[in-house]
Protein backbone atom coordinates (compact mmCIF):
# COMPACT_ATOMS: atom_id res chain seq x y z
CA UNK A 1 0.00 0.00 0.00
CA UNK A 2 1.33 2.88 -1.07
CA UNK A 3 0.84 6.31 1.13
CA UNK A 4 0.42 9.74 -0.73
CA UNK A 5 2.42 11.93 -1.20
CA UNK A 6 5.57 9.80 -1.58
CA UNK A 7 8.16 10.98 0.69
CA UNK A 8 11.67 11.13 -1.35
CA UNK A 9 13.23 14.23 0.23
CA UNK A 10 15.55 12.58 2.60
CA UNK A 11 17.86 15.63 2.24
CA UNK A 12 15.54 17.63 3.40
CA UNK A 13 14.66 15.28 6.87
CA UNK A 14 14.56 12.06 7.51
CA UNK A 15 11.71 10.19 9.52
CA UNK A 16 12.61 8.96 13.24
CA UNK A 17 13.64 5.29 13.12
CA UNK A 18 11.18 3.65 15.28
CA UNK A 19 14.24 2.30 17.46
CA UNK A 20 15.49 6.30 17.59
CA UNK A 21 12.13 6.72 19.39
CA UNK A 22 11.89 3.95 21.47
CA UNK A 23 15.54 5.53 22.59
CA UNK A 24 14.39 8.87 23.39
CA UNK A 25 11.15 7.95 25.24
CA UNK A 26 12.25 7.39 29.08
CA UNK A 27 13.59 10.82 29.28
CA UNK A 28 10.40 12.24 28.07
CA UNK A 29 8.78 10.81 31.01
CA UNK A 30 10.72 8.57 34.25
CA UNK A 31 13.57 9.44 32.92
CA UNK A 32 13.37 13.25 33.26
CA UNK A 33 16.56 14.83 35.13
CA UNK A 34 18.88 17.51 34.15
CA UNK A 35 21.95 15.52 32.98
CA UNK A 36 23.94 18.59 34.90
CA UNK A 37 22.18 17.77 38.49
CA UNK A 38 24.76 16.01 40.11
CA UNK A 39 23.18 15.29 43.51
CA UNK A 40 20.85 12.96 42.83
CA UNK A 41 20.24 9.80 40.59
CA UNK A 42 17.77 11.66 38.30
CA UNK A 43 20.46 13.48 37.35
CA UNK A 44 22.63 10.89 37.06
CA UNK A 45 20.63 8.90 34.90
CA UNK A 46 20.22 11.36 32.65
CA UNK A 47 24.29 11.73 32.54
CA UNK A 48 24.26 8.14 31.90
CA UNK A 49 22.14 8.71 28.61
CA UNK A 50 24.46 11.81 27.53
CA UNK A 51 27.26 9.54 27.91
CA UNK A 52 26.16 7.23 25.93
CA UNK A 53 25.03 9.10 22.96
CA UNK A 54 29.25 10.50 23.44
CA UNK A 55 30.49 7.12 22.59
CA UNK A 56 27.92 6.27 20.21
CA UNK A 57 28.26 9.89 18.07
CA UNK A 58 32.28 9.21 18.78
CA UNK A 59 32.24 5.96 17.09
CA UNK A 60 30.65 6.72 14.45
CA UNK A 61 33.11 8.80 12.97
CA UNK A 62 36.45 7.74 14.79
CA UNK A 63 36.57 10.56 17.28
CA UNK A 64 37.24 9.83 21.03
CA UNK A 65 33.92 10.55 23.36
CA UNK A 66 35.51 14.03 25.18
CA UNK A 67 35.68 15.46 21.62
CA UNK A 68 31.87 15.73 20.64
CA UNK A 69 30.09 18.67 21.40
CA UNK A 70 26.24 18.66 21.68
CA UNK A 71 24.11 21.64 19.78
CA UNK A 72 20.81 22.08 18.56
CA UNK A 73 21.94 20.85 15.04
CA UNK A 74 24.31 21.97 12.23
CA UNK A 75 23.36 25.13 11.60
CA UNK A 76 24.57 25.54 15.54
CA UNK A 77 27.25 23.41 14.60
CA UNK A 78 29.01 25.38 11.94
CA UNK A 79 28.65 28.72 13.02
CA UNK A 80 29.95 27.56 16.86
CA UNK A 81 32.87 26.02 14.59
CA UNK A 82 33.54 28.81 11.83
CA UNK A 83 33.00 31.88 13.93
CA UNK A 84 34.56 29.59 16.62
CA UNK A 85 37.84 29.38 15.48
CA UNK A 86 37.89 32.40 13.76
CA UNK A 87 37.78 34.59 16.89
CA UNK A 88 40.68 32.04 18.29
CA UNK A 89 43.23 31.79 15.92
CA UNK A 90 42.61 35.94 14.60
CA UNK A 91 45.68 36.20 15.57
CA UNK A 92 47.31 34.34 13.49
CA UNK A 93 45.55 35.05 10.32
CA UNK A 94 42.38 36.69 8.84
CA UNK A 95 42.23 34.24 5.84
CA UNK A 96 39.17 31.63 5.58
CA UNK A 97 38.69 28.99 2.27
CA UNK A 98 35.38 27.72 1.38
CA UNK A 99 33.03 26.67 -1.75
CA UNK A 100 30.66 28.47 -3.12
CA UNK A 101 28.46 25.36 -2.96
CA UNK A 102 28.21 25.04 0.88
CA UNK A 103 24.87 25.43 2.73
CA UNK A 104 23.69 28.66 3.71
CA UNK A 105 25.00 27.84 6.99
CA UNK A 106 28.12 27.73 6.37
CA UNK A 107 27.75 30.63 3.68
CA UNK A 108 26.22 33.11 6.30
CA UNK A 109 28.90 32.64 8.86
CA UNK A 110 31.20 33.23 6.27
CA UNK A 111 29.80 36.61 5.42
CA UNK A 112 29.10 37.72 9.05
CA UNK A 113 32.99 37.48 9.17
CA UNK A 114 33.72 39.09 6.48
CA UNK A 115 31.76 42.69 7.82
CA UNK A 116 34.08 41.62 10.60
CA UNK A 117 37.26 41.90 8.33
CA UNK A 118 37.99 38.35 7.97
CA UNK A 119 38.73 37.69 4.40
CA UNK A 120 37.12 34.46 2.98
CA UNK A 121 37.65 32.99 -1.00
CA UNK A 122 35.02 31.42 -2.07
CA UNK A 123 36.05 28.16 -4.02
CA UNK A 124 34.30 27.01 -7.52
CA UNK A 125 33.51 23.86 -8.22
CA UNK A 126 33.64 22.34 -11.64
CA UNK A 127 29.85 21.08 -13.71
CA UNK A 128 30.07 18.10 -11.10
CA UNK A 129 30.22 20.51 -8.07
CA UNK A 130 33.59 18.92 -7.11
CA UNK A 131 36.75 21.07 -5.74
CA UNK A 132 39.85 19.65 -6.37
CA UNK A 133 42.56 19.21 -4.32
CA UNK A 134 45.18 21.41 -6.29
CA UNK A 135 43.17 23.90 -6.33
CA UNK A 136 42.62 24.11 -2.95
CA UNK A 137 45.99 23.87 -2.60
CA UNK A 138 46.69 26.97 -4.96
CA UNK A 139 44.07 29.28 -2.01
CA UNK A 140 45.88 28.66 0.69
CA UNK A 141 47.58 31.53 1.90
CA UNK A 142 50.32 32.29 5.05
CA UNK A 143 47.70 33.63 6.73
CA UNK A 144 44.94 31.37 5.94
CA UNK A 145 43.68 30.00 9.53
CA UNK A 146 40.30 27.97 8.50
CA UNK A 147 39.01 26.26 5.71
CA UNK A 148 35.50 25.18 5.90
CA UNK A 149 34.16 22.37 2.94
CA UNK A 150 31.48 20.30 2.97
CA UNK A 151 31.74 16.36 2.99
CA UNK A 152 28.95 15.99 0.94
CA UNK A 153 26.24 18.76 -0.78
CA UNK A 154 22.54 18.57 0.00
CA UNK A 155 21.39 19.55 -3.70
CA UNK A 156 23.19 17.36 -5.57
CA UNK A 157 25.21 14.70 -3.46
CA UNK A 158 28.53 15.52 -4.76
CA UNK A 159 31.20 14.45 -2.22
CA UNK A 160 34.84 16.84 -1.91
CA UNK A 161 38.21 14.67 -1.88
CA UNK A 162 37.75 15.46 1.93
CA UNK A 163 41.11 13.09 2.77
CA UNK A 164 42.93 14.62 0.17
CA UNK A 165 42.05 18.31 1.42
CA UNK A 166 42.36 17.38 5.47
CA UNK A 167 45.89 16.77 4.16
CA UNK A 168 47.09 19.67 2.65
CA UNK A 169 45.43 21.69 5.76
CA UNK A 170 47.30 19.18 8.08
CA UNK A 171 50.65 20.28 6.53
CA UNK A 172 49.94 23.87 6.23
CA UNK A 173 48.59 23.96 9.75
CA UNK A 174 44.99 24.88 9.12
CA UNK A 175 41.72 24.27 10.89
CA UNK A 176 39.80 22.14 9.01
CA UNK A 177 36.06 22.44 9.36
CA UNK A 178 33.54 19.91 7.35
CA UNK A 179 29.64 20.51 7.15
CA UNK A 180 29.32 16.76 7.13
CA UNK A 181 25.21 16.76 8.03
CA UNK A 182 24.40 14.89 4.71
CA UNK A 183 27.30 12.39 4.60
CA UNK A 184 27.62 11.35 8.08
CA UNK A 185 26.10 7.91 8.58
CA UNK A 186 25.79 7.59 4.62
CA UNK A 187 29.41 7.02 3.70
CA UNK A 188 32.27 6.18 5.77
CA UNK A 189 33.31 9.30 7.54
CA UNK A 190 36.66 9.20 9.59
CA UNK A 191 37.77 11.99 11.34
CA UNK A 192 41.21 10.41 11.61
CA UNK A 193 42.51 9.45 8.28
CA UNK A 194 40.68 12.63 6.98
CA UNK A 195 42.32 14.88 8.76
CA UNK A 196 39.19 16.76 10.11
CA UNK A 197 39.53 19.03 12.90
CA UNK A 198 35.81 19.73 13.07
CA UNK A 199 33.18 18.22 12.33
CA UNK A 200 29.23 19.22 11.95
CA UNK A 201 26.65 16.63 12.17
CA UNK A 202 22.58 16.77 12.38
CA UNK A 203 20.52 14.19 14.31
CA UNK A 204 17.63 15.11 12.09
CA UNK A 205 19.23 14.00 8.78
CA UNK A 206 20.12 10.30 9.50
CA UNK A 207 16.89 9.32 11.38
CA UNK A 208 17.35 11.29 14.52
CA UNK A 209 14.62 13.95 15.93
CA UNK A 210 15.29 17.37 14.56
CA UNK A 211 16.74 19.91 16.94
CA UNK A 212 19.74 17.89 18.07
CA UNK A 213 22.98 17.51 16.81
CA UNK A 214 27.00 17.83 17.46
CA UNK A 215 30.02 19.10 16.72
CA UNK A 216 33.43 17.38 16.75
CA UNK A 217 36.43 19.16 17.91
CA UNK A 218 39.65 17.62 18.00
CA UNK A 219 41.97 17.02 20.92
CA UNK A 220 45.21 16.10 20.15
CA UNK A 221 47.30 16.75 16.83
CA UNK A 222 46.14 19.60 17.35
CA UNK A 223 43.86 20.29 20.03
CA UNK A 224 41.77 22.72 18.67
CA UNK A 225 40.48 25.65 20.25
CA UNK A 226 37.03 27.16 19.36
CA UNK A 227 35.33 30.26 21.25
CA UNK A 228 31.74 29.40 22.57
CA UNK A 229 28.85 31.58 20.94
CA UNK A 230 26.50 31.29 24.12
CA UNK A 231 27.94 32.25 27.53
CA UNK A 232 25.97 30.91 30.10
CA UNK A 233 27.33 27.62 32.67
CA UNK A 234 29.65 26.23 30.96
CA UNK A 235 28.15 23.11 29.63
CA UNK A 236 29.62 20.66 27.18
CA UNK A 237 33.51 21.92 28.78
CA UNK A 238 32.75 26.09 28.04
CA UNK A 239 32.23 25.23 24.53
CA UNK A 240 28.15 25.12 24.36
CA UNK A 241 26.46 26.52 27.55
CA UNK A 242 23.03 25.19 27.95
CA UNK A 243 21.01 22.52 29.70
CA UNK A 244 21.03 19.27 27.05
CA UNK A 245 18.31 17.99 25.38
CA UNK A 246 18.62 14.76 26.89
CA UNK A 247 15.57 13.19 24.57
CA UNK A 248 17.25 14.54 21.69
CA UNK A 249 20.88 13.82 22.74
CA UNK A 250 19.73 10.02 23.24
CA UNK A 251 17.62 10.00 19.98
CA UNK A 252 21.27 11.38 17.97
CA UNK A 253 23.43 8.42 19.60
CA UNK A 254 21.05 5.95 18.84
CA UNK A 255 20.23 6.80 15.43
CA UNK A 256 24.51 7.17 14.88
CA UNK A 257 25.00 3.52 16.69
CA UNK A 258 22.17 2.33 13.64
CA UNK A 259 24.07 4.24 10.87
CA UNK A 260 27.26 2.55 12.33
CA UNK A 261 26.08 -0.92 12.06
CA UNK A 262 23.36 -0.93 8.77
CA UNK A 263 25.13 1.35 6.99
CA UNK A 264 26.41 -1.36 4.09
CA UNK A 265 22.86 -2.13 4.09
CA UNK A 266 21.39 0.98 4.21
CA UNK A 267 24.02 1.84 1.24
CA UNK A 268 23.02 -1.14 -1.23
CA UNK A 269 19.25 -0.31 -0.33
CA UNK A 270 19.70 3.29 -1.49
CA UNK A 271 22.05 2.31 -4.83
CA UNK A 272 19.33 -0.23 -5.52
CA UNK A 273 16.53 2.55 -5.50
CA UNK A 274 18.64 5.01 -7.30
CA UNK A 275 19.30 2.92 -10.01
CA UNK A 276 16.08 1.61 -10.48
CA UNK A 277 15.09 5.45 -11.27
CA UNK A 278 18.25 5.92 -13.15
CA UNK A 279 17.77 3.21 -15.87
CA UNK A 280 14.06 4.10 -15.58
CA UNK A 281 14.69 7.72 -16.45
CA UNK A 282 17.24 7.24 -18.72
CA UNK A 283 15.89 4.56 -20.96
CA UNK A 284 12.52 6.39 -21.46
CA UNK A 285 13.22 9.85 -21.64
CA UNK A 286 15.60 12.15 -23.90
CA UNK A 287 17.15 15.31 -23.31
CA UNK A 288 17.51 14.92 -19.98
CA UNK A 289 20.66 15.14 -17.36
CA UNK A 290 22.03 14.14 -14.21
CA UNK A 291 23.44 16.83 -11.77
CA UNK A 292 26.24 16.29 -9.54
CA UNK A 293 29.04 13.87 -9.53
CA UNK A 294 28.61 10.05 -11.07
CA UNK A 295 30.65 8.57 -8.86
CA UNK A 296 31.54 10.60 -6.18
CA UNK A 297 28.11 10.92 -4.79
CA UNK A 298 25.81 10.06 -1.84
CA UNK A 299 23.91 7.13 -2.27
CA UNK A 300 20.50 8.31 -1.79
CA UNK A 301 20.77 11.62 -3.81
CA UNK A 302 19.42 11.43 -7.47
CA UNK A 303 19.35 14.84 -8.69
CA UNK A 304 17.92 15.71 -12.44
CA UNK A 305 17.66 18.16 -15.25
CA UNK A 306 14.82 17.90 -17.77
CA UNK A 307 15.03 19.75 -20.89
CA UNK A 308 12.10 21.29 -22.73
CA UNK A 309 9.82 21.26 -19.78
CA UNK A 310 8.23 24.21 -17.65
CA UNK A 311 9.56 24.01 -14.27
CA UNK A 312 6.18 25.09 -12.01
CA UNK A 313 4.22 22.83 -14.41
CA UNK A 314 6.50 19.51 -13.77
CA UNK A 315 6.04 20.10 -10.08
CA UNK A 316 2.53 20.50 -10.76
CA UNK A 317 2.56 17.06 -12.31
CA UNK A 318 4.26 15.16 -9.97
CA UNK A 319 2.49 16.29 -6.55
CA UNK A 320 1.91 12.95 -5.66
CA UNK A 321 5.60 12.87 -4.66
CA UNK A 322 7.39 15.13 -2.25
CA UNK A 323 10.30 16.44 -3.43
CA UNK A 324 12.74 19.53 -3.73
CA UNK A 325 12.86 21.36 -6.86
CA UNK A 326 15.70 24.05 -7.66
CA UNK A 327 14.21 26.59 -8.53
CA UNK A 328 13.26 27.12 -4.53
CA UNK A 329 15.25 24.61 -2.95
CA UNK A 330 16.33 23.58 0.71
CA UNK A 331 16.59 26.68 2.19
CA UNK A 332 13.60 29.21 3.38
CA UNK A 333 13.97 31.61 1.18
CA UNK A 334 12.96 31.01 -2.26
CA UNK A 335 15.86 31.88 -4.58
CA UNK A 336 16.69 29.39 -7.38
CA UNK A 337 19.62 26.73 -6.45
CA UNK A 338 23.29 29.10 -6.01
CA UNK A 339 24.26 25.40 -5.99
CA UNK A 340 23.07 24.66 -9.81
CA UNK A 341 24.05 27.98 -10.67
CA UNK A 342 27.73 27.67 -9.61
CA UNK A 343 28.15 24.30 -11.72
CA UNK A 344 27.15 26.46 -14.57
CA UNK A 345 23.65 24.65 -15.13
CA UNK A 346 21.85 26.90 -17.47
CA UNK A 347 18.92 29.18 -15.71
CA UNK A 348 16.43 26.46 -17.75
CA UNK A 349 17.42 23.61 -16.66
CA UNK A 350 17.70 24.87 -12.92
CA UNK A 351 14.24 25.42 -12.54
CA UNK A 352 13.26 21.77 -14.29
CA UNK A 353 15.60 20.50 -11.97
CA UNK A 354 14.13 17.64 -9.18
CA UNK A 355 15.97 16.21 -6.33
CA UNK A 356 15.07 12.80 -5.19
CA UNK A 357 16.26 12.17 -2.18
CA UNK A 358 16.10 8.40 -1.55
CA UNK A 359 16.59 6.95 2.09
CA UNK A 360 16.30 4.33 4.45
CA UNK A 361 12.00 3.59 4.53
CA UNK A 362 12.09 4.13 0.57
CA UNK A 363 10.37 1.37 -1.06
CA UNK A 364 10.72 -0.56 -5.00
CA UNK A 365 6.94 0.28 -5.29
CA UNK A 366 7.47 4.00 -4.44
CA UNK A 367 10.14 4.88 -6.64
CA UNK A 368 8.77 2.93 -9.57
CA UNK A 369 5.58 5.02 -8.81
CA UNK A 370 7.87 8.15 -8.49
CA UNK A 371 9.57 7.49 -11.96
CA UNK A 372 6.47 6.54 -13.93
CA UNK A 373 4.58 9.93 -12.55
CA UNK A 374 7.75 12.06 -13.54
CA UNK A 375 8.20 10.00 -17.04
CA UNK A 376 4.49 10.69 -17.72
CA UNK A 377 4.70 13.93 -16.94
CA UNK A 378 7.70 15.11 -18.49
CA UNK A 379 5.95 13.41 -21.82
CA UNK A 380 2.84 14.62 -21.04
CA UNK A 381 4.51 18.53 -21.24
CA UNK A 382 7.03 17.79 -23.59
CA UNK A 383 3.83 17.10 -25.86
CA UNK A 384 2.80 20.72 -25.49
CA UNK A 385 6.09 21.86 -26.50
CA UNK A 386 6.70 23.39 -29.57
CA UNK A 387 10.47 24.02 -28.78
CA UNK A 388 10.81 20.10 -28.13
CA UNK A 389 8.68 19.01 -31.31
CA UNK A 390 11.53 21.72 -32.96
CA UNK A 391 14.65 19.70 -31.26
CA UNK A 392 12.97 16.65 -32.29
CA UNK A 393 12.10 17.48 -36.11
CA UNK A 394 16.26 18.36 -36.12
CA UNK A 395 16.15 21.97 -36.16
CA UNK A 396 19.11 23.60 -34.67
CA UNK A 397 17.70 26.02 -31.45
CA UNK A 398 20.50 27.92 -31.31
CA UNK A 399 20.15 28.71 -35.41
CA UNK A 400 16.49 29.87 -35.09
CA UNK A 401 16.23 33.64 -35.08
CA UNK A 402 13.41 34.67 -32.72
CA UNK A 403 11.13 37.78 -33.98
CA UNK A 404 8.75 39.11 -31.27
CA UNK A 405 5.83 40.53 -32.58
C1 LIG B 1 20.32 20.28 6.80
C2 LIG B 1 21.67 20.83 6.62
C3 LIG B 1 22.18 21.80 7.48
C4 LIG B 1 21.36 22.40 8.60
O1 LIG B 1 21.17 21.47 9.63
P1 LIG B 1 20.09 21.72 10.78
O2 LIG B 1 20.38 20.66 11.77
O3 LIG B 1 18.76 21.57 10.12
O4 LIG B 1 20.32 23.09 11.33
C5 LIG B 1 23.47 22.24 7.28
N1 LIG B 1 24.22 21.74 6.29
C6 LIG B 1 23.78 20.80 5.44
C7 LIG B 1 24.66 20.29 4.37
C8 LIG B 1 22.47 20.32 5.57
O5 LIG B 1 22.04 19.40 4.72
Redesign the pocket.
Known amino acids: MLKFPIYLDN ?3 TPVDPRVLDAMLPYFKEKFGNAASRNHPYGWEAEEAVSMAREQCANLIHADPKEIVFT ?7 NLAIKGAAEMYKEKGKHIITANT ?5 LDPCKHLEALGFDVTYLPVDKMGRVSAEQFAEAVRPDTILASL ?5 EVGTIHPIAEIGKICKEKNIIFHT ?4 ATGKVPVDVQSMGIDLL ?1 V ?4 MYGP ?4 FLYVRRKGPRVRIAPIFDGGGHERGMRSGTLNVPGVAGLGKACEICKNEMSKDRAHALALRKIMHDRFFNELDFISLNGHPEHRLPGNFNVSFAYVEGEALMMGIKEIAVSSGSAC ?1 SASLEPSHVLRAMGVGEDAVHTSIRYGIGRFNTVEEVTYAANKTIEAVRRLREMSPLYEMVKDGVDLASVKWTSH
Open positions: HATSGSTESNEHKAVMFANNDATQSSAHKKGAGT
